[in-house]
Nanobody, 123 residues
């Protein structure tokens, strides 16, 4: 079955760029109609959809993060990558990659999700 795993640094300083990679197995990021998404959850807050890339390579971003967010992919490795520039302590969160249906509500028990990775922004 489909499995996703996030990887990247767990600690950054303010103003740096966050780069996280999602490695997908059991399914192709180019062959499914689902959105391959990045979602984050700050401590004590709700899940926040950040953006996604489709099987055809089209990207979409949350308006609130659009200016700082970029999603790309490496189809030869079946991976997609999140880049978030100019990070601040408010970007501290657990970051998830997920395969989701854009017509459904974002919830952890729907679709396929990685385990999440903690990212802390601190000076």
């Amino acid at each position: 079955q489909v499995q996703l795993q996030e990887s990247g640094p767990g600690l950054l300083k303010p103003s740096q760029t966050l780069s996280l990679t999602c490695t997908v197995s059991g399914g192709s990021i180019t062959a499914d109609s689902y959105y391959w998404s990045w979602i984050r959850q700050p401590p004590g807050k709700d899940l926040e959809w950040m953006g996604a890339i489709t099987s055809s390579g089209v990207t979409a971003y949350s308006p609130s993060l659009q200016s700082r967010t970029s999603i790309s992919r490496d189809t030869s490795k079946n991976q997609f990558t999140l880049r978030l520039t100019s990070v601040t302590p408010e970007d501290t969160a657990v970051y998830f990659c997920a395969r989701i249906d854009p017509l459904l509500a974002i919830r952890r028990d729907v679709g396929y999700w990685g385990q999440g990775t903690q990212v802390t922004v601190s000076s």
